[in-house]
């Protein structure tokens, strides 16, 4: 009995747990595009862009509302991500003597190529010492939904650009979660049905000018067919528009997260 009576004592002074404090509700999708729209208007656009692409990664707008956001969004993006002009997610990375830009963009987890897009650089060999350089810190990752044929460019889960794709037939392209492991520019085909070798300068080439392997031969590659762009066309690839395929090829590096949803 005192042994039992002693254990009753103990869980008298366990200490009681306290409730969960309720999660306060997520604005709604219009009062949330009202809030961006005040926090673009007060020069607040990395803010703005947090919020709209709240609305876009989770998917918490469709059809008509979910390109008018996106809409917005590639407007802020266009100065934040797209020019030299100065952003609060953005560095200032001042070059060294000898220091080529292949160093500054494995510093930064991104490519030279992106870094030259975002600084209006043609030529590379012509960056001089001490030249100041808008940098981002990556690395970009990818989002493919089927359903929508739409590949999204994200950093750090928000949204960066969108691109519409060409698919697998007969459900052949795989889903799940990707890596980018290798990445090729004017790359040679080899199709595995009938052995065929296509050149990488040939015009029958139907990879096109770019080619991002994910793995068990599937890749996200150009086309030379742009019509098939938003149709369920390809052997289970992702192909893009050569203009789009280029700027996707730029954006992710060895390593980047691809995922593919239905």
Not at 25 to 30: A, G, L, S, V
Not at 52 to 77: M, P
Request: with cysteine; aromatic share 6%.
């Amino acid at each position: 009995m005192p042994a039992a009576s002693g254990a009753a004592e103990q869980l008298e002074k366990a200490p009681v747990a306290e409730a969960a404090k309720p999660v306060p509700p997520k604005p709604d999708p219009e009062q949330a595009i009202e809030k961006a729209a005040k926090l673009a208007e007060e020069g607040k656009a990395t803010e703005a862009v947090e919020v709209l692409s709240e609305l876009v990664v989770n998917d918490r707008v469709s059809g008509a509302l979910r390109d008018r956001v996106i809409a917005q969004l590639d407007k802020l993006n266009a100065s934040l991500i797209f020019s030299p002009a100065p952003a609060s997610e953005a560095e200032v990375y001042v070059m060294g003597h000898g220091e080529v830009l292949l160093h500054v963009a494995k510093l930064y987890q991104v490519t030279p190529e992106l870094l030259m897009r975002i600084n209006g650089i043609r030529d590379a060999r012509r960056i001089r010492a001490r030249q100041r350089l808008k940098v981002l810190r990556g690395p970009f990752s990818a989002r493919i939904d089927l359903s929508d044929f739409e590949l999204l460019i994200l950093l750090n889960d928000r949204y960066v650009k969108r691109y519409p794709v060409g698919i697998g037939k007969d459900k052949s392209t795989p889903t799940g979660t990707f890596t980018v492991t290798s990445k090729l520019v004017n790359p040679t085909y080899y199709d595995s049905v009938n052995g065929k070798e296509v050149a990488a300068d040939d015009p029958q080439n139907p990879l096109g000018e770019r080619w991002l392997g994910i793995g068990d031969g599937y890749g996200i590659h150009g086309t030379i067919e742009p019509e098939t762009v938003g149709r369920a066309a390809s052997r289970g690839c992702i192909r893009l528009r050569e203009p789009d395929v280029e700027e996707v090829y730029d954006f992710l590096t060895i390593g980047s997260t691809v995922v593919i949803r239905d």
